[in-house]
């Protein structure tokens, strides 16, 4: 909205003595961009650079108190927890029974929350309250015009994912509430039923149609209060071993969950031994699939005149991220499968660069005991999805938190994270999970950085004897007196 995008490190300084909980905020800058798989467009409200910085402040104020309430499954936007960690809690909750399913959506969350009912809620002293009022109230500036926001917040803040949880946050309790008034102990009503939420996506669990079918309605009349309701296009019954309209299993973040009968696949049994009839498998869903393929395409595409090297260094971050987000569920089939249609891609490629030749001898070389691997002279190779080992995620515990004190554990688990980079996380093994700088365990909302001990500008090489992870604040201050810098700019004049 000011015009500004960046600060130099003056303006920051500047900057940080002007923030002040004093109750104003500056209209936000509505920008839409397109929902994945749809025509639909999402509208983001982008705050001020001031704006966003004491949002940040303020979350750092709020989310400690709250990250201490929040029902343990909740998953979505809180710092050390994943989507892998609300699949783990699916399969904890289908894994020894067949049961219903309602995947439900919210319609509009961000847009449509109560405001009243939200600061009720947050029930904060009176200056905070203002502060968080103001930038629920701030507007927002769409093609030149100014427009009020009644309710809602901003998609595109700091401190708006928070809100929305906020916001949710009692929907398992009252469905446990529920759960209690059914027939048996109150305990095992409660371990039956299970509902799971990644931000506004959540799934209600249980053996019984009718207890499934009651859950909506009382989470849809939960919903009411907050000003939210669900969307209908987006919320179905369904069931993870038997057919229910053509339907078996569900889909959640990107993940396919279903139950297959004996025969194909081998029977799990429960903790007693005995045979359920039945095994769960959690694959990437084919929408999924198809998306990444249409990715890659698109990009080898784009690349039909650039170097070979050119086109591995485009691909290779999109396979390593998409295979390490599915590499601790059931997908050696499906890697194995994008690879033969990535190859079938790049086969196509060759194709047309060679006048019909796919070019064996420029683009596909032998590299150790696998032959036809699609890499350079130099020794550039394109990763393969089947490359990537499969590792199950062990989910975070329920009531765990960040601000827990519990360092150990949680250093322990930023370092076993699926999407951790390789290097990031043999580090973290290394040091074991402290930061040889401070003496300070990491935690899941550190940010750290990979450090040369010795600087390569002063003979330094890389290699992980001459590596090691720190805090961005303690690199910074290694990097000011290792010498570094002085050798920089010698070289430089």
């Given at each position: ?17 002007k923030l ?17 798989g ?10 001020t650079?001031?704006d ?7 979350k ?23 989507c892998?960690?609300?699949v ?15 995947d ?11 405001h ?7 029930a904060?002293f ?13 507007g927002?500036?769409?093609q030149?015009?100014?427009f009020?926001?009644n309710e ?24 446990m ?12 009503n ?16 249980h ?9 909506k ?5 939960w ?23 053509g339907?078996?299993?569900?889909e959640?973040?990107g ?7 004996v ?5 799990a ?11 769960t ?51 050696k089939?499906?890697?194995?499968k994008?690879?033969k ?7 196509t490629?060759?194709?047309r ?34 490359d990537a080992?499969?590792?199950?995620h ?22 076993e ?16 999970g ?13 940010i ?27 690199h ?10 002085c ?7």
């Amino acid at each position: 909205m000011d015009g500004v995008k960046s600060l130099t490190p003056k303006q920051r300084t500047n900057l940080v003595g002007k923030l002040k909980l004093e109750g104003k905020a500056k209209p936000t800058r509505r920008v839409h961009i397109p929902k994945p798989g749809t025509a639909e467009t999402r509208p983001l409200g982008i705050p001020t650079i001031s704006d966003r910085a004491l949002q940040a402040l303020c979350k750092m104020a709020l989310e400690p108190e709250w990250e201490a309430k929040f029902e343990p499954n909740s998953y979505g936007f809180r710092p050390g927890r994943s989507c892998h960690d609300a699949v783990g809690a699916i399969y904890n909750c289908v894994r020894s029974k067949a049961k219903y399913v309602l995947d439900a959506d919210i319609a509009k969350c961000f847009d449509r929350i109560d405001h009243k009912a939200l600061l009720t809620k947050i029930a904060t002293f009176p200056t905070m309250r203002q502060q968080v009022k103001s930038w629920l109230k701030a507007g927002y500036c769409d093609q030149g015009n100014l427009f009020p926001t009644n309710e809602g917040t901003p998609q595109g803040g700091v401190i708006s994912p928070l809100l929305a949880n906020i916001a949710l946050h009692g929907m398992e309790a009252r469905v446990m509430q529920y759960a209690e008034t059914l027939k048996g102990k109150k305990r095992d009503n409660r371990y039956a039923l299970g509902l799971i939420r990644y931000a506004d996506d959540f799934v209600i669990i249980h053996e019984d149609l009718n207890v499934v079918l009651k859950c909506k309605e009382i989470i849809a009349d939960w919903l009411s209060d907050m000003g939210l309701e669900l969307k209908p296009s987006k919320t179905r019954l369904t069931h993870t071993l038997n057919e229910i309209e053509g339907n078996v299993g569900f889909e959640f973040l990107g993940f396919h969950i279903q139950q297959h009968k004996v025969g194909i696949y081998r029977c799990a049994n429960n903790t007693n031994g005995t045979s359920l009839g039945f095994c769960t498998l959690i694959t990437p869903s084919k929408a999924k699939v198809k998306s990444h393929l249409s990715k890659i395409a698109e990009v080898i595409d784009a690349h039909k005149t650039a170097p070979q090297a050119a086109l591995i260094s485009r691909l290779n971050p999109i396979i390593r991220g998409w295979s390490n987000y599915y590499s601790t569920v059931v997908s050696k089939k499906t890697f194995n499968k994008v690879d033969k249609l990535t190859y079938d891609k790049l086969k196509t490629w060759a194709k047309r660069r060679g006048k019909g030749n796919i070019n064996k001898e420029k683009y596909w070389r032998t590299v150790g005991d696998r032959n036809w691997c699609f890499s350079t002279e130099n020794g550039l190779e394109l990763k393969q999805h089947s490359d990537a080992p499969i590792v199950r995620h062990i989910k975070v515990k329920g009531v765990a938190t960040p601000f827990d004190g519990n360092w150990i554990y949680w250093s322990k688990r930023r370092g076993e994270y699926p999407e951790t980079p390789n290097r990031v996380a043999s580090l973290i093994k290394r040091q074991k999970g402290i930061c040889p700088h401070c003496g300070l365990y990491f935690t899941s909302t550190d940010i750290v950085e990979v450090d040369h001990i010795k600087p390569t500008s002063l003979g330094g090489n890389d290699t992980y004897e001459n590596l090691q992870l720190l805090h961005k604040h303690c690199h910074d201050t290694k990097t000011a007196t290792d010498g570094s810098i002085c050798s920089k700019e010698g070289v430089k004049t």
